[in-house]
């Protein structure tokens, strides 16, 4: 059976190239869009980026892919963001003002170390560090605790505690890895991680085939 596609947004911001290869290093089947109209025919959906959050919203919103990403995880597709990709999953950030996200999880994007904050740590969060695993995932399969990835970002996801599935610390802990349902983000980059990184890239490329084959049968047992 072929691999179910998983489609790359491209709307001009990101580190497109090392996305594309760490889920192509892991045998993936990995196509990168710009197209809107390709949100709804594909498998699963990766929303990559790197650069200021009220920049990234201003592209998604002007290249007209707010709506169709709202209706793909609706309908249940699987969605993960990455670094900037992962804090505009949230309601808001506070990133030079008051800038509007996509909503599709609980929270709000924060400055480490904001206004009235003593600076204990150079911001930005530049380097290695451990992930805590919060709790039994898909993702995390042959993913030991502890283990290290790595992080370059100046704001961090302030999450419930149900969205965090893995958190971080830097000065104070923050959500590393955040999920509900269909939706799940990294607020590392993976393609950057090694090994690790690549793992979890690879768990979510396993995810997407499990759920496509769940949704194959269910179609079928509808037509038979």
Same mark, same amino acid.
């Not at 506070?94 to 150079?122: I, M, Q, T």
């Given at each position: ?73 609706? $309908?249940?597709?699987?969605?993960? *963001?990455?670094?900037? !990709?992962? /804090?505009?999953?949230? @309601?808001? %950030?506070?990133?030079? &003002? ?76 923050? $959500?590393?890895?955040?999920?509900? *349902?269909?939706?799940? !983000?990294? /607020?590392?980059?993976? @393609?950057? %991680?090694?090994?690790? &990184? ?27």
């Amino acid at each position: 059976m072929t691999a179910p596609r998983i489609l790359v947004l491209d709307y001009g911001i990101g580190n497109l190239g090392s996305v594309l290869k760490g889920f192509r290093q892991v045998g993936a089947e990995v196509e990168l869009s710009g197209d809107p109209t390709a949100i709804a025919a594909a498998a699963a959906l990766v929303l990559p980026g790197d650069g200021a959050f009220g920049a990234t919203m201003d592209e998604i919103r002007a290249r007209g892919m707010e709506a169709p990403l709202r209706a793909a995880v609706q $309908a249940g597709t699987p969605l993960l *963001g990455i670094c900037i !990709g992962m /804090q505009v999953l949230f @309601e808001e %950030s506070e990133e030079h &003002g008051r800038h509007r996200g996509l909503g599709l999880l609980p929270g709000r994007v924060r400055r480490f170390f904001g206004d009235g904050v003593e600076r204990r740590l150079p911001v930005p969060h530049m380097g290695w560090n451990r992930l805590k695993q919060h709790r039994s995932h898909p993702l995390f399969e042959g993913v030991a605790d502890l283990a290290h990835v790595y992080f370059v970002h100046s704001y961090f996801c302030d999450a419930p505690e149900d969205v965090r599935l893995a958190s971080s610390d830097y000065g104070h802990p923050f $959500a590393a890895i955040v999920g509900r *349902g269909n939706v799940l !983000g990294l /607020q590392f980059h993976p @393609e950057k %991680s090694q090994a690790v &990184g690549l793992r979890l890239v690879e768990n979510f490329a396993l995810m997407v085939a499990a759920h496509e084959g769940r949704r194959t049968s269910a179609v079928a047992g509808v037509r038979a």
